[in-house]
Each structure stands twice: as C-alpha cells, then as structure tokens.
C-alpha cells in the first residue's frame, strides 16, 4: 500500500514540475530567450524540485509510521489479586444483551484473568489473560474468542508476548476458515485484555498515556491507545454517592492506513471508561465496540437477583 501511494505521489509531482517546466519555457520563448541554454537549466531545477518533494513525502510517511520505541509501560500503584465479579453488556438505550462473568487470580507477580460474556442470542466473547506486575504490567499472552451472530466476524485470536507470536483463527462470510500467524515485533506495552486493570493504576494527573495494541481485522497490526482523563464524573449506587473518573480511550492507527481512515471517516469510534479512584479503586463503567467495527455498547456491575 505504501508503495502505491508513493508511486501515485510521485507521478504527480512528475506531471506537476512538466507543467512548470513547460510554462516556463514558454514564458521564455515569448520573451525571445536563448531557449536551448535555459531548457538545460530549468530541467536541472526541476529535477531538483523533483528530488525535495520526493524527499518531503518520504519524510511524511516515516513520520506516520507507528513508533514501538516510545512506551508508557503502566507502573503497578495498586498490586492485582484475587476478584470474582458480575457485569452485563446493554445497548446504549439500556437493553441487556449479554451477561459477563470475570475471575482473576495470583499467584506471586503472575496474574491470571479470565472475562466472558454469554450473549441472549448464543454468542461468546471470551478474554483469558496473562500478565506480570513486578514493577510495571507487562502482558505474557492472551487469548481473545468471538463467536456468534452477535459479531461480524467469528474470531480466535492468541497472542504470546515471549516469542511474538500472534495467531489469528477466522472464518470468512462463506464459512470458510482461515489461519493468519506471523511473529511480530512486539512492543514492552502490549495491552491486549489489560485495559480495564490499567485504567485503575493510570494517574489522572496525566494528560495523555500511550499503550499499545495488537488489533485483528482480521491481518494483525499494532495500534496505539491514548488514554486521556476527562474529568469526575457522579453516580450513586443505592443511597451511596461516589464520583468516577472518566477516561476517554481513543484509537490511534499509524502510517499511511490511519491517515487515510481518517481521511475517508473510518476512524474507529473511541471507548469511554468510569473508574473509582482511592485507595481501593474499581471499574464502574465503560462503553465502546467489544470488536472492531462493532456498534458501542455499555458494560457495568451487575446487580444480583431475588434469592
């Protein structure tokens, strides 16, 4: 893609310094110039014309490529342990489509989450994660399972940080299934099924943090997160009255693709995330697509039934 777009760019700054060059000579043929003498000089002008826009636009497109060296690996303020919660997927106009369960265990810095969602009409979205919290978070693998009407595209996604690895397990609108899986250089802020955990070390105070992302659609790429505060925000639960802190999660594709995805409006929507903060911080609320593409929806606590 990125040669074709070179060489599109290229053919119009071709088309772009003939036409000056052929304006000029014509300038000079009108104002009886020795046209042979100058016609020598103009096609060396030109062709360094050539040479900086084509210098420019290489430039340009270095600047848009993804950057893996700059980081912000999440330092671990509140150490991860045992959690065994409740959630429920709803449409933004309060419908409840799903039901969630989430587990997480530890075991000395090793933390082992597992987050599932059965959805009423049949679907899965199943998260098991993998991470380490000495220091900072630092994703060791993590498995990600779509299946069902309620996706556009039945997915099983593995990803292993230690070798690169990252397999992709699909099935096409004709029902047949493919496998994509390729070693990628991965960089240290992986944060494939660790949103929800960073957002409760990640400091208000900071205008904008960077993580990392593999996203599939279903050809793996790495993208970037920028997690942006947006202020305090109230709830209450029963006569109980908090404030959260809401986080806006926006999607960051890098090279020549974002640019034209926001160019042609294909930007993907951005997640919105509720924390409590304090001492014992808690996810209150997000809403945003569970896949890429897919519409916004809201998770929050679910609230247990009648006995």
């Not at 919105?272 to 606590?301: C, D, M, S, T």
């Amino acid at each position: 893609m990125y040669r074709k777009f070179v060489n599109q760019f290229i053919e119009v700054i071709n088309g772009w310094t003939q036409a000056v060059g052929q304006a000029c000579c014509a300038a000079l043929m009108d104002h009886g110039t020795d046209y042979p003498h100058h016609s020598l000089r103009l096609e060396l002008q030109r062709s360094g014309a050539r040479s900086r826009l084509i210098a420019i636009l290489l430039a340009c497109v270095a600047m848009l490529q993804p950057n893996a060296l700059f980081a912000d690996m999440i330092p671990v303020r509140h150490t991860e342990g045992l959690i065994h919660g409740f959630l429920v997927v709803r449409t933004l106009e309060g419908k409840a489509i799903a039901d969630g369960q989430m587990t997480q265990d530890a075991r000395g810095d090793r933390v082992t989450t597992h987050l599932i969602f059965r959805f009423k009409d049949g679907s899965i979205y199943e998260d098991t994660t993998i991470f380490s919290q000495r220091g900072t978070f630092r994703l060791l693998s993590d498995r990600l399972i779509l299946r069902g009407p309620s996706f556009k595209q039945p997915m099983d996604t593995s990803i292993n940080t230690s070798t690169g690895q990252v397999k992709v397990r699909y099935t096409e609108a004709k029902g047949k299934e493919k496998v994509i899986a390729q070693r990628m250089e991965l960089p240290p802020d992986v944060a494939n099924g660790l949103l929800l955990t960073l957002m409760k070390d990640i400091k208000p105070s900071v205008p904008r943090t960077t993580v990392s992302m593999v996203a599939t659609t279903p050809k793996p790429r790495v993208v970037k997160l920028a997690i942006i505060p947006r202020g305090e925000e109230p709830f209450t639960i029963g006569r109980f009255h908090h404030k959260a802190m809401h986080f806006a999660v926006k999607v960051e594709i890098g090279g020549l693709t974002g640019f034209v995805a926001r160019l042609m409006g294909k930007q993907p929507a951005d997640t919105h995330v509720w924390v409590l903060g304090g001492e014992a911080p808690a996810f209150v609320k997000a809403e945003g697509p569970l896949y890429v593409g897919g519409p916004i929806w809201r998770i929050q606590l679910a609230s247990a039934g009648i006995f």
